[in-house]
Nanobody
């Protein structure tokens, strides 16, 4: 089993920055594809960014390209999401997810492991 714990969510003004962290425990997640998703009430859980050790490879939603950066420290079993130039529409609960295959997927349905989420609120 893999346990994921996110941290770093906060209230920030538009234009500001935050860094989210997701630490995995239970087993190493090297070789796993990992991703960040976000959810706002009334909407589907949305893919934000993904990381794969194949390459390594990263992938981003169009809405965050150029503003967000995903990275991973395998030695620390930790995934990061650096978020810059934040906008009010980035307000959401952000979730970390992992799947025991190499390929990134935009679908939340194929990720079996999830963290509890961390709230990001961007004020205008």
């Amino acid at each position: 089993q893999v346990q994921l714990v996110e941290s770093g969510g906060a209230l920030v003004q538009a234009g500001g920055s935050l860094r989210l962290s997701c630490t995995a425990s239970g087993r190493t997640v090297s070789g796993y594809a990992m991703g960040w998703f976000r959810h706002t009430p009334g909407k589907e859980r949305e893919f934000v960014a993904g990381f794969s050790w194949s390459g390594p490879t990263t992938q981003y939603a169009d809405s965050v390209k150029g503003r967000f950066t995903i990275s991973r420290d395998n030695a620390k079993n930790t995934l990061y999401l650096q978020m810059n130039s934040l906008k009010p529409e980035d307000t959401a609960v952000y979730y970390c997810a992992a799947r025991p295959v190499i390929g990134i997927s935009l679908s939340p349905k194929v990720y079996p492991y999830w963290g509890q989420g961390t709230q990001v609120t961007v004020s205008s």
